[in-house]
T-cell receptor, first 114, second 116 residues
Framework: AQSVTQPDIHITVSEGASLELRCNYS??????LFWYVQSPGQGLQLLLK??????LVQGIKGFEAEFKRSQSSFNLRKPSVHWSDAAEYFC????????????FGTGTQLKVEL | EAGVAQSPRYKIIEKRQSVAFWCNPI?????LYWYQQILGQGPKLLIQ????????DSQLPKDRFSAERLKGVDSTLKIQPAKLEDSAVYLC??????????????FGQGTRLTVV
């Protein structure tokens, strides 16, 4: 069964500092990987996705993530955080056998200090 | 392009009452998902439709939850009777469909259900 672990429940960074959110997955084959962001009272917005190819993927809002098969990781990074990035971030793994079922991690709540 | 539409946005009911949520996916999207997101947790898949057929409902509590997608477009999710632990945000999502690689799921804003 596929699963996702986000080890950090809460993270606080200062505006302008760099950010890395951790994500580890468990899946029997090459996974589809996603990062979503959720602002209060809103649905999930896709930041970026990995299906195949280049292991460093670029997303919206200046985010990037790197797929590392050897570590079963897909960490999200941003070089300089803005106050508007404060939100909850979810990593998800999608099944590749058809159906595209997503399994989410428990999320990381990001707080940005001004 | 219009996104995934859900209604209502908020609902408060008493336990043992029934409630229904509605979802209209993005036009042309064959796959529709209902997720349950309990406070402090990630979304959990309840049911997945491909057109009007059920692909996966393994985590749907079938004694109280039901869902349908007539004509392969709109969908409704019903809870009857509701329990306190059903308090959550119910998210609807849609994607192009099975067998379509490199597809992603687009989410609606969700319905926040409070059972008192």
């Amino acid at each position: 069964a596929q699963s996702v672990t986000q080890p950090d429940i809460h993270i606080t960074v200062s505006e302008g500092a760099s950010l890395e959110l951790r994500c580890n997955y468990s899946y029997g084959a090459t996974p589809y990987l996603f990062w979503y962001v959720q602002s209060p009272g809103q649905g999930l917005q896709l930041l970026l996705k990995y299906f195949s190819g280049d292991t460093l993927v670029q997303g919206i809002k200046g985010f990037e993530a790197e797929f590392k098969r050897s570590q079963s990781s897909f960490n999200l990074r941003k070089p300089s955080v803005h106050w508007s990035d404060a939100a909850e971030y979810f990593c998800a793994v999608g099944s590749t056998g058809g159906g595209n079922k997503l399994t989410f991690g428990t999320g990381t709540q990001l707080k940005v200090e001004l | 392009e219009a996104g995934v539409a859900q209604s209502p946005r908020y609902k408060i009911i008493e336990k043992r009452q029934s409630v229904a949520f509605w979802c209209n996916p993005i036009s042309g999207h064959a796959t529709l998902y209902w997720y349950q997101q309990i406070l402090g947790q990630g979304p959990k898949l309840l049911i997945q439709f491909q057109n009007n057929g059920v692909v996966d409902d393994s985590q749907l509590p079938k004694d109280r939850f039901s869902a349908e997608r007539l004509k392969g477009v709109d969908s409704t999710l019903k809870i009857q009777p509701a329990k306190l632990e059903d308090s959550a945000v119910y998210l609807c999502a849609s994607s192009l469909g099975r067998g379509r690689v490199n597809t992603e799921a687009f989410f609606g804003q969700g319905t926040r259900l409070t059972v008192v």
